[in-house]
């Protein structure tokens, strides 16, 4: 069983857990440790397992991820006001090839799917969202896949997978299970024309670090939309990360990140949750901390909602069109709002009726304007070709 490759909590971690005071997550966690075997997954909301695998890195690593470290500066936040059960089950060493933990990864990412618990993956390096990606086969038939990073990571034609060109393998790997990919926070000078072009091609959605920095509200039906998250910390400015030579001047602060974090908490959708590339410095761990904290933050608020299920909670808006008459919903609990898109894949029982795509006020006003929101064309369009 792939949970046996799992390594148990470090004795440094379990002695400090012992001096926090009962209401830290520390205390609070169930803890894989050597004395008591693997924590009972039931009832379990989120699990945490670190990966510690580095050989695909497109930077070469001088030393492993220290995980341990993150936990210890984990463990001490306080517990907000949640009704969630946290589960820690350790880490996954290098496998014996790369392609082994791949293997091991998908395998334990799968089985949490399958029991309806969120993985958060620690990883060295951000090829893992590939092994992760894939373990949704056979547990859900199309994938929105989101990245907060500041690179696409398409690399280069028959570039062996790397950190920095997992999503060519996962955009080209059978079976292909990917709907949709955003990306949220791309620098245009990290990033090639070329990549830039096939991001339209594919009707792919994109997001400039200055355009989420302006109105981080942007992010948050982005992330509504997704399965999954895979966060490249190379995304954070070094100001915030501890100014290493691996991250640009420019980038996200810390409290935008942690904002990001609690959208992608909040999503209903989001079954899995990565963040990759980080390092071993004390304020980096610090601040990876607290992503954790905002992201199982915003899974204790989610509210499932949607106006096919409850059509009192919303106000229902029609806006003629040229070419198609837009239907909008606005939640009167959340103030959310989405809009129907006749012909993208859904997963609704009922024959017929159009998905639902997570959208902004601003989408509405624009199709009032006569301006078609370029979120529901490229949905559009994805769902002819």
């Known amino acids: 069983m792939a949970f046996d490759f799992l390594v148990p909590i470090e004795d440094k971690v379990l002695a400090h857990c012992e001096l926090l005071p009962?209401?830290?997550?520390?205390?609070?966690?169930?803890?894989?440790?050597?004395?008591?075997?693997?924590?009972?997954?039931?009832n379990a909301t989120v699990a945490i397992f670190g990966v510690k695998e580095s050989r695909n890195a497109f930077e070469k690593k001088l030393e492993n991820l220290d995980v341990s470290a993150?936990?210890?500066?984990?463990?001490?936040?306080?517990?907000?006001?949640?009704d969630t059960t946290i589960v820690d089950l350790g880490d996954l060493e290098e496998g014996e090839t790369v392609e082994d933990t791949y293997f091991v990864v998908k395998e334990v990412t799968a089985g949490l799917l399958e029991e309806g618990i969120i993985p958060i993956i620690l990883g060295a390096t951000q090829d893992i969202t590939y092994p992760a990606y894939r373990a949704f086969d056979g547990i859900k038939d199309m994938i929105n896949l989101v990245a907060v990073d500041s690179r696409f990571d398409f690399g280069i034609d028959d570039e062996l997978i790397?950190?920095?060109?997992?999503?060519?393998?996962?955009?080209?790997?059978?079976?292909?299970?990917?709907?949709?990919?955003?990306?949220?926070?791309?620098q245009s000078y990290f990033n090639a024309q070329e990549e830039v072009d096939l991001m339209d091609r594919l009707f792919f959605d994109s997001y400039r670090l200055g355009e989420i920095a302006n109105d981080l509200s942007l992010a948050e039906p982005v992330l509504r939309n997704a399965h999954m998250v895979s966060l490249?910390?190379?995304?954070?400015?070094?100001?915030?990360?501890?100014?290493?030579?691996?991250?640009?001047?420019?980038?996200?602060?810390?409290?935008?990140?942690?904002?990001?974090?609690?959208?992608?908490?909040?999503?209903?959708r989001v079954m899995a949750f990565g963040i990759f590339e980080m390092e071993n410095n004390v304020q980096c761990q610090q601040l990876l901390a607290q992503i954790i904290w905002y992201f199982i933050e915003g899974v204790n608020y989610r509210i499932k909602e949607s106006p096919y299920n409850r059509t009192d909670d919303f106000t229902k808006y029609n806006v003629p069109n040229d070419e198609e008459e837009l239907v909008f919903y606005k939640s009167l609990l959340t103030e959310r709002?989405?809009?129907?898109?006749?012909?993208i894949f859904t997963s609704h029982t009922k024959a017929g009726t159009p998905a639902l795509l997570p959208?902004?006020?601003?989408?509405?006003?624009?199709a009032c304007n006569q301006k078609i929101p370029e979120r529901w064309f490229k949905a559009y369009k994805k769902g002819f070709n």
């Open 22 to 42: 009962n209401q830290a997550i520390g205390r609070n966690t169930y803890i894989h440790t050597t004395k008591d075997g693997l924590p009972v997954l039931a």
């Open 70 to 82: 993150i936990r210890l500066q984990l463990y001490k936040l306080m517990l907000g006001n949640w």
């Open 162 to 186: 790397s950190s920095h060109s997992y999503m060519s393998k996962i955009i080209t790997d059978k079976p292909n299970n990917l709907f949709n990919f955003s990306n949220i926070g791309y």
């Open 232 to 268: 490249d910390a190379r995304a954070i400015k070094a100001s915030e990360i501890g100014f290493s030579s691996n991250f640009s001047p420019n980038g996200f602060t810390g409290r935008e990140i942690c904002a990001i974090a609690r959208y992608a908490g909040i999503s209903e």
């Open 337 to 343: 709002w989405w809009v129907e898109v006749p012909s």
């Open 359 to 366: 959208c902004t006020e601003q989408d509405y006003l624009d």
